[in-house]
């Protein structure tokens, strides 16, 4: 016996799901079946799911960034700086990179 699952997606999400599956050899359902089953054996979504990274300087105008620039200059000028290998570490660590 077959169940039948029904989903209500936008018109713009079916359309590009359609051609990415068909571009792949698959149809969407075909696909949904696959995400289905390696739900299953994976006891859990079958990848990892995060919340989107806030970027804190996507507000920001271009004056903004060239007035923190300026203040950073000026703190380096005066011995407040860490290297670029602390930098990327705190980076990778903060943001899981």
Known sequence: M???IQIR??????TKSDQLFKALGTDTTSAIRMFL???I???GFPFEIKRP???PYAEMSEED???KLAKARE????GNYRSAD??????REKYGL
């Open 53 to 55: 990274m806030h970027n």
């Open 37 to 39: 089953v390696q739900a």
């Open 41 to 43: 054996a994976n006891n």
């Open 65 to 67: 960034v060239m007035e």
């Open 86 to 91: 602390m930098f990327a570490a705190d980076v």
């Open 9 to 14: 997606v936008d018109d713009d999400l079916k």
């Open 75 to 78: 703190s380096a000028a005066q």
């Open 2 to 4: 077959a169940s039948t």
